[in-house]
């Protein structure tokens, strides 16, 4: 049994900073790929960022040079620090593991506000 759990979440002010934790029940490393997507109100859910090793990590152009994901093999974690925050990266804020084969595990979500 697999589960992921999302947290950090809450409101935020614009040009602010925010982290998100992602927890895993079991071992971090049972997950070739960790990422994150996020879905805006009245939008499709879109992909955010992923991280497969500490040198092999890929972002969406709209949060390139703003977020940094990592994972913590030791604490069973993914993170997604979040810098220089703007209004559109408001959202509720998957995380997801890849295992083989082409199985995907999703957290509940946690909910980003980011105002003015």
């Known amino acids: 049994q697999v589960q992921l759990v999302e947290s950090g979440g809450g409101l935020v002010q614009a040009g602010g900073s925010m982290r998100l934790s992602c927890a895993a029940s079991?071992?971090?490393?049972?997950?070739?790929?960790v990422g994150w997507y996020r879905q805006a109100p009245g939008k499709q859910r879109e992909w955010v960022a992923r991280?497969?090793?500490?040198?092999?990590?890929n972002y969406a152009d709209s949060v390139k040079g703003r977020f940094t994901i990592s994972r913590d093999n030791a604490e069973n974690t993914m993170l997604l620090q979040m810098n220089s925050l703007k209004l559109e990266d408001t959202g509720v804020y998957y995380c997801?593991?890849?295992?083989?084969?082409?199985?995907?595990?999703w957290g509940q979500g946690t909910q980003v506000t980011v105002s003015s």
């Open positions: 997801y593991g890849d295992i083989p084969f082409d199985r995907r595990y």
């Open positions: 991280i497969i090793s500490r040198e092999s990590t």
């Open positions: 079991g071992s971090i490393l049972n997950y070739n790929t």
